[in-house]
């Protein structure tokens, strides 16, 4: 079991960045992959980026490909997702997920799939 906990999140104008932090406990983290995901005020949950285990495969979402990057230092027991060029519609609360299950490659950006989940952190990009 790993417990997650967010950080990083706040409030940016629009062609700034961030990044957010995912802290996660016990010693098998590093054995996890790992997802961002996010919600806008009276949306779902979308996907944003994910990476299994060892960093590699990555994936993200169209809307913010090139733009963020999912990456992870497993001595830290620490997942980041930098985020630059925000815009006004990547505001919202950005959590991080974990799962030790292994996925096909459509799955990562499937929030069922993951087992735990952060408390998530607040972006606020103003236009």
């Known amino acids: 079991q790993v417990h997650l906990v967010e950080s990083g999140g706040g409030l940016v104008q629009a062609g700034g960045s961030l990044r957010l932090s995912c802290v996660g406990s016990g010693r098998t983290f590093s054995s996890y992959s790992m997802g961002w995901f996010r919600q806008a005020p009276g949306k779902e949950r979308t996907f944003v980026a994910a990476?299994?285990?060892?960093?590699?495969?990555?994936y993200y979402a169209d809307s913010v490909k090139g733009r963020f990057t999912i990456s992870r230092d497993n001595a830290k027991n620490t997942g980041y997702l930098q985020m630059s060029r925000l815009k006004s519609e990547d505001t919202a609360i950005y959590y991080c997920?974990?799962?030790?299950?292994?996925?096909?490659?459509?799955?990562?950006?499937?929030?069922?799939?993951?087992?735990?989940w952060g408390q998530g952190t607040q972006v606020t990009v103003s236009s």
């Open positions: 997920a974990a799962t030790r299950s292994s996925m096909f490659r459509w799955e990562y950006g499937k929030s069922w799939k993951y087992d735990y």
């Open positions: 990476m299994n285990w060892n960093g590699d495969p990555t």
